[in-house]
Nanobody
Framework: QVQLVESGGGLVQTGGSLRLSCAASGRAFSSYVMGWFRQAPGKEREFVARFSRSGGFTEYVDSVKGRFTISRDNAKNMVYLQMNSLKPEDTAVYYC?????????????????WGQGTQVTVSP
C-alpha cells in the first residue's frame, strides 16, 4: 500500500509555471506506475501524464505535450509535474495516482491509490 501527498499548487498568471510534487510513503515505490490527473469543476477526471515503473517511459495527454514534464525520483519516493506556459484551461485540482496494476494507464480506474489533490488556478 502507498500513501500519496501532493503539494505545489497555487495561483499563477497565464504563461507562468508551477511545479507539483507528490510524496509517496510505503514500500517498493519503484514498482508503481505513477500518474497525474486533473479535474476541473463540472468535468470528469482527466489523465495528464504518467511515468512507467522503469525505463523512463512517459506519456502525456495531447493538450499538455511540450508544456508539462513528469519525472520521478525513486530514491526519494517522489514524483513531479513541471508545468510551463500555463493556460486558463489548465485550471483544475491535480491528483497524483499510483498503481501496480496493468491496463490503460490513461484511465483513472486503472489506478489504486490517490492523493488528496492540489488546486492549480491560472488567471487570464
Amino acid at each position: 500500500q502507498v500513501q500519496l501527498v501532493e503539494s505545489g499548487g497555487g495561483l499563477v498568471q497565464t504563461g507562468g509555471s508551477l511545479r507539483l510534487s507528490c510524496a509517496a510513503s510505503g514500500r517498493a515505490f519503484s514498482s508503481y506506475v505513477m500518474g497525474w490527473f486533473r479535474q476541473a469543476p463540472g468535468k470528469e477526471r482527466e489523465f495528464v501524464a504518467r511515468f512507467s515503473r522503469s525505463g523512463g517511459f512517459t506519456e502525456y495527454v495531447d493538450s499538455v505535450k511540450g508544456r508539462f514534464t513528469i519525472s520521478r525520483d525513486n530514491a526519494k519516493n517522489m514524483v513531479y509535474l513541471q508545468m510551463n506556459s500555463l493556460k486558463p484551461e489548465d485550471t483544475a485540482v491535480y491528483y497524483c495516482a499510483a498503481t501496480r496494476s496493468y491496463g490503460d494507464y490513461s484511465q483513472h480506474t486503472t489506478y489504486e491509490y490517490w492523493g488528496q489533490g492540489t488546486q492549480v488556478t491560472v488567471s487570464p
